[in-house]
T-cell receptor, first 112, second 114 residues
Framework: AQSVTQLGSHVSVSEGALVLLRCNYSSSVPPYLFWYVQYPNQGLQLLLKYTTGATLVKGINGFEAEFKKSETSFHLTKPSAHMSDAAEYFC??????????FGQGTELSVKP | DTEVTQTPKHLVMGMTNKKSLKCEQH?????MYWYKQKAKKPPELMFV???????INESVPSRFSPECPNSSLLNLHLHALQPEDSALYLC?????????????FGPGTRLLVL
């Protein structure tokens, strides 16, 4: 069975500071991993994904994530936060077949 | 065309009403999904259609009835809903392939049941 744990339901950073959102997964087979962002009153937007190959994945809006098999982690980072990054972020895992397993989400606040 | 569209954006209905939610994509995706999302929670999978056939039903009450008339269109028919069914309903689609792993989401329909 697969599962996803996002550490911290709420993260607050200052504008220009590093953003680090943590995600750990559990999977008995090689996983596919995703980060989605959800702005208020909107759907989910795919930020980035890891399927196979390079373990450092670059996404949209300056975000990136690194797949670390030994740590079963897929943390999301951005070097410099912008006010427009304030949103809910979901980490998700799948091994195929249509079932995405989501973490509980992390709300990112950005202070001016 | 690289997006999933959903109509309506908002819907208010009484418990005796019948209504439908619509989802469309023109990206050639062959799997489509319905999710329900409550506030401050992750989306919960309801149904999966693969090549226009229902492949997953996550034990959803029969007052929700999905329909996939063709590869581009997905409907969710609603009847005799309860106030606790009020939520954001999200549609998603994924490209053809063995694993269909990457899902692309629409903007959602916010449903309020009175």
């Amino acid at each position: 069975a697969q599962s996803v744990t996002q550490l911290g339901s709420h993260v607050s950073v200052s504008e220009g500071a590093l953003v680090l959102l943590r995600c750990n997964y559990s999977s008995s087979v090689p996983p596919y991993l995703f980060w989605y962002v959800q702005y208020p009153n909107q759907g989910l937007q795919l930020l980035l994904k890891y399927t196979t190959g390079a373990t450092l994945v670059k996404g949209i809006n300056g975000f990136e994530a690194e797949f670390k098999k030994s740590e079963t982690s897929f943390h999301l980072t951005k070097p410099s936060a912008h006010m427009s990054d304030a949103a809910e972020y979901f980490c998700a895992v799948t091994t195929g077949g249509g079932k995405l397993i989501f973490g509980q989400g992390t709300e990112l606040s950005v202070k001016p | 065309d690289t997006e999933v569209t959903q109509t309506p954006k908002h819907l208010v209905m009484g418990m005796t009403n019948k209504k439908s939610l619509k989802c469309e994509q023109h990206m050639g995706h062959r799997a489509m999904y319905w999710y329900k999302q409550k506030a401050k929670k992750p989306p919960e999978l309801m149904f999966v259609y693969s090549y226009e056939k229902l492949s997953i039903n996550e034990s959803v009450p029969s007052r929700f009835s999905p329909e996939c008339p063709n590869s581009s269109l997905l409907n969710l028919h609603l009847h005799a809903l309860q106030p606790e069914d009020s939520a954001l309903y999200l549609c998603a689609s994924s490209p053809p392939g063995q694993l269909q792993e990457t899902q692309y989401f629409g903007p959602g329909t916010r449903l309020l049941v009175l």
